[in-house]
């Protein structure tokens, strides 16, 4: 049977972990609220090396892809503890969303090991389209994921994201 003395301090312990879960709860829905709120509004899209952070392109509203990359939340995934392996590495690229010069969120592209390839989530049909989580191009052996790393969550692809990698791999192999 526990002490008096010590059911005070273990009572104290357990409502500091529910009140810090509540809070990190919290702050992940304000982000995700940020990031939704903001994409209307979005006006250009910059992509950068992630390796040193130089400007590799601009897109704006005359772009004929800016409207699919613009709406990235269009479905996610929470990734679990173990999923989060995926992002041990270093990401490739930033795609950073702007509002007036103003960077309002960022998504970071990966590209994982073959031995990490079990961590993605499967690919799910909607009954009208199939949402994937990964893109591997014919070219590449490896395949491409786009995370919001502040919030854990891989987005899927949708044909402008699948597009804007082709062109991230023809501007690097061209340097």
Same mark, same amino acid.
């Given at each position: 049977?526990?002490?008096?003395?010590?059911?005070?301090?273990?009572?104290?312990?357990?409502?500091?972990?529910?009140?810090?879960?509540?809070?990190?709860?919290?702050?992940?829905?304000? %982000?995700?609220?940020? #990031?939704? !709120?903001?994409?209307?509004? +979005?006006?250009?899209?910059?992509?950068?090396?992630?390796?040193?952070? %130089?400007?590799?392109?601009?897109?704006?509203?005359?772009?004929?892809?800016?409207?699919?990359?613009?709406?990235?939340?269009?479905?996610?995934?929470?990734?679990?503890?173990?999923?989060?392996?995926?992002?041990? @590495?270093?990401?490739?690229?930033? +795609? %950073?969303?702007? +509002?007036?010069?103003?960077?309002?969120?960022?998504?970071?592209?990966?590209?994982?090991?073959?031995?990490?390839?079990?961590?993605?989530? %499967?690919?799910?049909?909607? @009954?009208?389209? $199939?949402? $994937?989580?990964?893109?591997?191009?014919?070219?590449?052996?490896?395949?491409?994921?786009? +995370?919001?790393?502040?919030?854990?969550?891989?987005? !899927?692809? #949708?044909? @402008?994201?699948?597009?804007?990698?082709?062109?991230?791999?023809?501007?690097? @192999?061209?340097?």
């Amino acid at each position: 049977m526990i002490e008096k003395n010590w059911l005070l301090p273990i009572i104290i312990i357990i409502l500091i972990g529910i009140i810090l879960y509540g809070w990190q709860r919290n702050i992940r829905y304000e %982000e995700m609220a940020k #990031s939704l !709120s903001s994409i209307p509004f +979005v006006d250009s899209i910059l992509v950068k090396d992630a390796k040193n952070e %130089e400007k590799i392109l601009n897109l704006t509203q005359e772009d004929p892809i800016f409207d699919e990359l613009k709406n990235i939340y269009q479905t996610y995934y929470d990734l679990d503890w173990s999923q989060r392996k995926l992002l041990n @590495g270093e990401p490739l690229f930033y +795609v %950073e969303y702007l +509002v007036e010069d103003e960077k309002r969120h960022t998504v970071s592209i990966y590209q994982i090991d073959n031995e990490q390839i079990s961590l993605i989530p %499967e690919d799910q049909w909607t @009954g009208t389209r $199939t949402i $994937t989580y990964n893109y591997l191009n014919s070219d590449n052996t490896r395949p491409y994921i786009l +995370v919001i790393e502040k919030l854990n969550q891989i987005i !899927s692809f #949708s044909e @402008g994201t699948k597009k804007l990698i082709n062109d991230l791999e023809d501007i690097m @192999g061209n340097r």
